[in-house]
């Protein structure tokens, strides 16, 4: 295994608190962080298990024992089950057999937020529900930080957003539906050097003003708002931008709402940096956009962090105090949505440094008339 993988699971280990014996990873984002193996959850059981002070130990179906072998190395423990039955009794069983008196003792920790119950049932034998800890702050502090390697794959992620979004909106006219658009968004995607497409959500017209709805057959009018948010995901690390056009002319509200979301943005980028609280960042939008008449119409904190998942710690909302560190990569993301008018959101990626911020992403935020 990679030294750096070695390095992550000695970190996050460190951080648990010490009555901890052994941390339970599933497949998810930790997961990949700590190993570098992408897997998807299913009905079959794989659970990861982390040490102290040995290496790691995995259970796993039959049908994944190549796979981990051959990213992880040969020398890797990889106990299996035939899941020709029932995969929960049999992965249950396997454990047992295998690990009765064998786990070190001291408490399970586990990621409340992405173990299922299906593999606490697994364990429950060995582990009763007093016994487990939650790990998921402890880990979400680690994951936060990213390091250099981890920086590079969101900066590639966010040129390569940058540049398909500027592709896609030259296409863009009357005419054209937001399937049509979200769909050349993917190809381009598909094209390019990342693995695959995050969040790619297209709105027009009064859609704009449902700050998460999906992408529908809706035809794109003169006269209409297009909101784009979309990102890739190159490395296993996204991207998230989002701009919001014009389609042809615009009425006067559309063009205060849009200054405001604009100067908003701007105002937030400009207070990150290392030690801001996170709730600052959002009072400074929230401050211009109430200022102007707009506060009931944005209804969201202002951003989240980005790594591993298209959302993950920190969040940027009102009530958290807690410090930005060096390391972090975040969106900013103001917006106002008004029900028969529209809406409007300018979202972009932040790297939180000891100085301010470099701004990842750097799509125009000028109203672009289409």
Do not use: W
């Amino acid at each position: 295994m990679d030294e750096v993988y070695g390095r992550r699971i000695t970190s996050v280990m460190n951080s648990l608190p010490p009555e901890v014996g052994v941390f339970m990873s599933t497949p998810s984002a930790t997961l990949r962080y700590l190993t570098g193996l992408r897997l998807d959850k299913s009905e079959r059981p794989l659970l990861a298990f982390f040490f102290r002070d040995e290496d790691p130990i995995f259970l796993a179906p039959t049908l994944e024992k190549d796979r981990l072998s051959t990213h992880c190395g040969s020398s890797l423990r990889i106990d299996t089950y035939d899941d020709s039955s029932n995969p929960v009794s049999a992965a249950r069983s396997t454990f047992s057999r295998r690990y009765d008196h064998q786990m070190p003792d001291g408490l399970l920790a586990v990621e409340y937020d992405s173990t299922r119950l299906l593999e606490c049932e697994v364990v429950e034998k060995y582990f009763q529900p007093s016994d487990l800890v939650n790990a998921s702050k402890a880990i979400s502090t680690k994951r936060m930080q990213k390091d250099n390697r981890e920086i590079s794959s969101l900066r590639n992620a966010a040129e390569i957003t940058d540049r398909i979004l500027s592709e896609v909106v030259e296409s863009v006219e009357p005419g054209v539906t937001e399937a049509e658009i979200q769909r050349e968004i993917r190809e381009r995607v598909l094209l390019s050097d990342a693995e695959s497409f995050g969040v790619d959500i297209v709105t027009s017209g009064p859609r704009t003003a449902n700050p998460h709805a999906n992408t529908s057959d809706r035809v794109i009018e003169e006269g209409d708002p297009l909101m784009i948010d979309t990102g890739v995901v190159y490395q296993g690390y996204y991207s998230d931008i989002t701009r919001t056009f014009a389609v042809g002319d615009f009425s006067d509200e559309f063009a205060t709402m849009y200054q405001t979301v604009k100067d908003a943005a701007r105002k937030a980028r400009e207070a990150v940096k290392s030690g801001v609280e996170c709730g600052t960042i959002d009072k400074k939008a929230r401050e211009v956009i109430i200022d102007r008449g707009y506060g009931e119409y944005f209804p969201h904190r202002v951003g989240h962090g980005i790594g591993l998942e298209s959302h993950e710690p920190p969040y940027l909302a009102t009530n958290n105090d807690a410090p930005l560190r060096p390391g972090s990569v975040i969106t900013v993301e103001p917006g106002i949505y008004i029900e028969g008018i529209g809406g409007v959101r300018i979202e972009d990626d932040l790297l939180v440094t000891e100085t301010g911020a470099e701004v990842l992403t750097n799509a125009p935020r000028e109203l672009a008339i289409l």
